[in-house]
């Protein structure tokens, strides 16, 4: 197993940037790939990016491409999300979560394990 905490939310105004991390522990880090997904308040989850095991292969949804990137340092079994260009559509409850597919997985059900969330809120 793995356990999934997130830092780096807060608030900002619109075309400003945060950085979010997600530190992981329990099993060894490198053998999970990882994802980013978000849900702002009445919508569902969705998916916002994710990295390959040893992060040489990254997705980025379409709304964030761009603009959010996607980042892992497995020595510090940390993932990030650099967000910049923040817009107020951006607003939501921000998740890390990892998974044992081999590949780079989008979809919710690919994913075992869930942070807590962090939230981050953009003003225009």
């Known amino acids: 197993q793995v356990q999934l905490v997130e830092s780096g939310g807060g608030s900002v105004q619109a075309g400003g940037s945060l950085r979010l991390s997600c530190v992981a522990s329990g099993r060894a880090f490198s053998t999970y790939g990882m994802g980013w997904f978000r849900q702002a308040p009445g919508k569902e989850r969705e998916f916002v990016a994710a990295?390959?095991?040893?992060?040489?292969?990254?997705k980025h949804a379409d709304s964030v491409q761009g603009r959010f990137t996607i980042s892992r340092n497995n020595a510090k079994n940390t993932v990030y999300l650099q967000m910049n260009s923040l817009k107020p559509e951006d607003t939501a409850v921000y998740y890390c979560?990892?998974?044992?597919?081999?590949?780079?997985?989008?979809?919710?059900?690919?994913?075992?394990?869930w942070g807590q969330g962090t939230q981050v809120t953009v003003s225009s």
């Open positions: 990295i390959s095991r040893r992060g040489e292969v990254t």
């Open positions: 979560a990892a998974t044992q597919s081999f590949m780079v997985a989008a979809f919710l059900y690919e994913y075992e394990y």
